[in-house]
C-alpha cells in the first residue's frame, strides 16, 4: 500500500506519477503468525525429555490441564526430577522448594519397564513422606 507521488519530468506539461517500490511485510506477519501458533501447540508435548521404556497396560488418559511434575526412574535406578537428574535423598527437599506451601496436583512418575519395583517403591515412599499423597504412574497404552 505505499505508493509515493514522485514528479517524474522536468517540470513543465503535465507531471508524471511513478510509484515507488517497497516490501509488502504482511506475508511475513502470516507466516510468523502460522509459525507461532505450530510452536505453541507443539511445545507442551516436549516437557519429558528422559527416555524410558514405559510398560503397556490398557489404562485410559487422565486429563491434565497444567504442566505435569513428573518423576522419571531409569532402568539403571537414575531418578529425574523433570529433566534434571538428582539423588533420593534429595528428592524429597527439591519437591518442597518447588510446591512452596502447597502441591496439589498430581505428580507423576514415569518408570522404566526394566526398572526394579523396589526402586520404585522407595522413591513413591520417599515422596508420599514429603507430604505429597497425589502420586500416579504413566504408562504406555497397548497398540492394536
Do not use: C, H
Request: glycine share 10%; net charge negative; proline share 6%.
Amino acid at each position: 500500500m505505499a505508493v509515493s507521488l514522485d514528479s517524474g519530468g522536468s517540470g513543465r506539461g503535465r507531471a508524471r506519477w511513478k510509484p515507488k517500490a517497497e516490501i509488502n511485510v504482511t506475508p511475513f506477519v502470516d507466516v510468523m503468525l502460522v509459525l507461532l501458533i505450530v510452536f505453541m501447540i507443539t511445545a507442551p508435548l516436549l516437557t519429558v525429555g528422559v527416555p524410558v521404556d514405559l510398560p503397556e497396560t490398557e489404562a485410559r488418559n487422565l486429563p491434565s490441564g497444567e504442566e505435569p511434575l513428573t518423576i522419571t526412574i531409569t532402568a539403571e535406578g537414575g531418578i529425574f526430577l523433570q529433566e534434571t537428574e538428582v539423588e533420593l535423598a534429595e528428592l524429597a527437599p527439591r519437591l518442597r522448594a518447588i510446591a512452596g506451601t502447597g502441591y496439589e496436583s498430581r505428580i507423576y512418575i514415569r518408570a522404566d519397564d526394566g526398572a526394579a519395583y523396589g526402586e520404585v517403591a522407595r522413591v513413591m515412599a520417599n515422596i508420599n513422606a514429603a507430604g505429597f499423597t497425589n502420586l500416579g504412574l504413566v504408562t504406555d497404552p497397548i497398540e492394536r
